[in-house]
């Protein structure tokens, strides 16, 4: 079971190598488990100066069971993070404040691995940002979808071949549905009987898996530079202006789909429930977010989305929200050993509101197509 530790070896070994306290001449005064990724190990350290003012840094342990090649996906981080770093930068904007900043390690390494073989790296605490697990209004998720659009148009030119695929067809639903399945195979008998109706909620759904890969194939839908993990709560949000400030969490930043993006923010952001809420009856589509996320990832993209891909967005939509349900339900036939969990039965309870989610969908199906199609009109 992956659960979250306090703290974890290699930790003291990590933070000498970044030699944050020589650097800023600072003194450690706290290293505490931060957020809630279900990936990562992620802590705050936060630094007294000798001017009685703090400095905070975000440290992770990468979780190299998910991603095989720490070092490649660094660096996929590190020139992701140039690129934008330039564009912000030739803009007039804040570059230390609206990308990720990669922090190196004293012998100039952009992450540092331990005696135990495991990976950290740090980057400097984004300041005055608020982290939402919720949308508080329609308002902030409008602003999530701009960012979100615009990361992906700022990452446009990016030279999509340099990218190393961090975790190979990510997005790939027909491929996660033959996990999905052989997971089903291979349950615990337990576990399976817990979740006979969400396995055949799921089984139901096959034929739908591959709408998406399949116009990739035929040229229909174009391969892009995108974020591919875009839920709220891999945005910061500017604790000042209330605006979306950053788009964090970039280690699944691949060549993809639009699709991919607008339906995983979806899937998390315009849920009127939490990811993992036990009541299902508190679990549905809101209509309004839906709306005005597609309003703001549309003018967040600027133009650049082609008509078959608007046309898709409802079934983005739908589809990351199923696949998500299967990874959830094939953790939680297998023990738990991909997603973090907190309490028993908690990637059961995260399937079963992806899929009230997928059903909710299905019902407002022609609702959520007429309001694309409204908002193209309005742009
Ligand atoms: P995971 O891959 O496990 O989701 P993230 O990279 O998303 O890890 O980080 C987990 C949380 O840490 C985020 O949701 C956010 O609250 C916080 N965080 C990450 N990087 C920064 C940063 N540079 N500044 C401020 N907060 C951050
Ligand atoms: C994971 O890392 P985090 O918590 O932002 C997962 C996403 C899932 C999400 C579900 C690398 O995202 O794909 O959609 O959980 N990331 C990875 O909440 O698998
Ligand atoms: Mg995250």
């Not at 290699?10 to 944050?20: K, L, P, Q, R």
């Not at 991603?67 to 660096?75: A, T």
């Not at 330039?86 to 012998?107: F, H, M, P, Q």
């Not at 979740?195 to 391969?223: C, H, M, N, W, Y």
Request: aromatic share 10%; hydrophobic share 35%; glycine share 8%.
């Amino acid at each position: 079971m992956s659960t979250v530790k306090p703290s974890c070896t290699g930790i003291d070994e990590a933070i000498a190598a970044f030699g944050i306290e020589t650097a800023i001449n600072g003194r450690l005064i706290q290293k505490n488990p931060y957020g809630n990724g279900h990936i990562n190990d992620t802590f705050l350290l936060r630094y007294e100066t000798p001017d009685n003012s703090e400095k905070k840094y975000i440290l992770q342990r990468m979780n190299h069971d998910i991603f095989k090649n720490p070092p490649l996906l660094m660096e996929n981080i590190v020139n992701v993070t140039n690129h934008l770093r330039s564009i912000i930068c030739s803009r007039g904007g804040d570059a230390e404040r609206e990308t990720l900043n990669v922090l190196k390690t004293k012998d100039g390494k952009s992450f540092f691995q331990d005696s135990g073989g495991n990976y950290w790296r740090v980057f400097p605490f984004i300041e005055r940002s608020l982290c939402l697990e919720k949308a508080e209004g329609a308002k902030d998720f409008y602003d999530s979808a701009v960012a979100f659009g615009g990361f992906q148009k700022m990452l446009a030119d990016f030279p999509a071949e340099t990218l190393h695929e961090t975790i190979p067809n990510f997005h790939n639903t027909p491929s996660r549905f033959q996990d999905f399945r052989r997971a089903v195979e291979n349950s615990d008998k337990g576990r399976a009987a817990l979740a006979e109706k969400e396995i055949a909620f799921a089984l139901d759904r096959e034929q739908e898996t591959s709408v998406l890969t399949d116009l990739l194939t035929r040229g229909e839908l174009p391969l892009r530079v995108t974020h591919n993990d875009t839920k709220l709560n891999n945005i910061l949000f500017d604790a000042d202006t209330g605006k979306a400030l950053c788009i964090i969490d970039l280690d699944t930043v691949m060549p993809g789909l639009s699709l991919y993006d607008f339906g995983d923010s979806i899937r998390f952001g315009a849920s009127t429930g939490a990811e993992d809420e036990i009541d299902l009856d508190k679990v549905s589509l809101d209509l309004s977010l839906f709306e005005a996320f597609t309003k703001g990832y549309l003018e967040g993209c600027d133009g650049s989305l082609t008509a078959k891909e608007i046309g898709m967005l409802p079934m983005g939509a739908k589809l990351m929200t199923y696949e998500c349900g299967i990874r959830f339900l094939a953790d939680f036939l297998t023990g738990d050993t991909y997603f973090k969990v907190h309490r028993e039965n908690h990637n059961l309870d995260r399937a079963r509101t992806q899929f009230k989610l997928v059903a909710d969908m299905e019902a407002k199906w022609d609702r959520m197509t007429a309001l694309v199609e409204n908002c193209t009109i309005l742009i």
